[in-house]
């Protein structure tokens, strides 16, 4: 498994997380704020439905600091929050799809 720390310009290092099994009614500030008790959090991000614009249940936390990305995947992993069971990863690398778009065939 890749570990999945990016550079970031100003800061150095940042622990993207992957959160798991959230409720659809979760907003990014409540997210956020969990998160905080941990470090600083760069960024939030719940994904969403592109038709529906409702959420998809999970997303990912960057935080500025990889030891308190650990801690926070540790202290969260398994925790309740919003009503459910949340699941608290390392995110993994995206998996490279084949294609990568519309065929030109059809295009006029």
């Given at each position: 498994m890749f570990?999945?720390?990016?550079?970031?310009?100003?800061e150095g290092t940042l622990k993207n997380i992957f959160v798991g099994n959230l409720s659809f009614n979760t907003s990014e500030d409540e997210l956020r704020q969990i998160f905080e008790a941990y470090g600083q959090v760069e960024r939030v991000s719940i994904l969403t439905d592109r038709e529906t614009g409702?959420?998809?249940g999970f997303g990912f936390v960057e935080m500025t600091n990889?030891?308190?990305?650990?801690?926070?995947?540790?202290?969260?992993?398994?925790?309740q929050f919003g009503g459910?069971?949340?699941n608290v990863n390392e995110a993994r690398p995206k998996a490279e799809r084949p294609?990568?778009?519309?065929?030109e065939r059809g295009r006029r």
């Open positions: 570990a999945l720390v990016r550079k970031d310009r100003k409702r959420s998809r990889p030891e308190e990305g650990e801690k926070a995947i540790t202290g969260l992993n398994g925790s459910r069971t949340i294609g990568g778009g519309r065929s």
